[in-house]
């Protein structure tokens, strides 16, 4: 496979799972995804950020939310986010004290 090719599947991937969770699964909580998966949709638009700049194209943490969440952050949050219940808060904590140091798995 070519890196072109590469580069397109990794895109439209990519793409599909944005639609996944901010379409299809809107109502799963960004602390969810962050005790289970180690990240969460801010990560992903912040990865977005550093991608740009790593292509020298400026991108502030709120337009790499506003392209990630195709609306600027607040909004989308007050439409699906809930504030996150005392059980959903120790479990993130726990997830997070039991994640190695980066560079150490």
């Known amino acids: 496979m070519d890196d072109a090719t590469r580069t397109e599947i990794e895109a439209a991937a990519f793409r599909r799972l944005r639609r996944h969770l901010m379409e299809d699964r809107p109502e799963v909580q960004n602390i969810d995804l962050m ?19 790593e292509r020298g194209v400026a991108m502030t943490e709120a337009e790499a939310r506003e392209a990630f969440y195709g609306m600027p952050y607040k909004d989308w949050k007050a439409l699906h986010q809930t504030e996150a219940a005392p059980e959903q808060k120790a479990a993130f904590e726990a997830a997070m004290a039991a994640r190695p140091e980066p560079g150490n798995t």
């Not at 005790?35 to 700049?53: D, K, P, V």
């Open 35 to 53: 005790t289970l998966a180690g990240f969460c949709r801010n990560c992903l638009s912040r990865w977005m950020a550093e991608a740009a700049a």
